[in-house]
C-alpha cells in the first residue's frame, strides 16, 4: 500500500523557517511528480509547490516564490519543502501528494495527485 508521511509542521514566528518533508513508502518515487498544497481553516486546499519526475522542474504559486524551495531525494524517497521568511498567512496545514496513474491535470491541480498525506500543521505567529 502506498503511503506518504508528511513531517516537520510546527509553530515558528513570523520570518523564520520550517523544512517539510514528506516521506514515502510502499512504492518508489523518483518517477511520479510531486506537490505540496496547504489548506487554511475554512478555504480550500490550494497549490503550494510542484517538482516534475524528469528534470525536477519546479512549479510555485506566486505568493511563495522566492521564499520556498521543493525538492526530492529519491535515494531516499523523500520530497521536501523548505520555507523561509515565513509570513502569518502562510498559517495552515500543509499536505503532500503524489500523482501515480499519470493524470494529464496541471501539476498545479489538486485533480492531477491521486495518492494525499495526512497532513502536518503549520502555524506562523506573528
Known amino acids: 500500500q502506498v503511503r506518504l508521511v508528511e513531517s516537520g509542521g510546527g509553530l515558528v514566528q513570523s520570518g523564520g523557517s520550517l523544512r517539510l518533508s514528506c516521506a514515502a513508502s510502499?512504492?518508489?518515487?523518483?518517477?511520479?511528480?510531486m506537490g505540496w498544497f496547504r489548506q487554511a481553516p475554512g478555504k480550500e486546499r490550494d497549490f503550494v509547490a510542484a517538482i516534475n519526475r524528469s528534470l525536477g522542474t519546479t512549479y510555485y504559486t506566486d505568493s511563495v516564490k522566492g521564499r520556498f524551495t521543493i525538492s526530492r531525494d529519491n535515494a531516499k524517497n523523500t520530497v521536501y519543502l523548505q520555507m523561509n521568511s515565513l509570513k502569518p498567512e502562510d498559517t495552515a496545514v500543509y499536505y503532500c501528494?503524489?500523482?501515480?496513474?499519470?493524470?494529464?491535470?496541471?501539476?498545479?491541480?489538486?485533480?492531477?495527485?491521486?495518492?494525499w498525506g495526512q497532513g502536518t500543521e503549520v502555524t506562523v505567529s506573528s
Open positions: 510502499g512504492r518508489t518515487f523518483s518517477s511520479y511528480p
Open positions: 501528494a503524489a500523482d501515480l496513474g499519470g493524470s494529464s491535470w496541471s501539476l498545479m491541480s489538486k485533480r492531477r495527485y491521486d495518492t
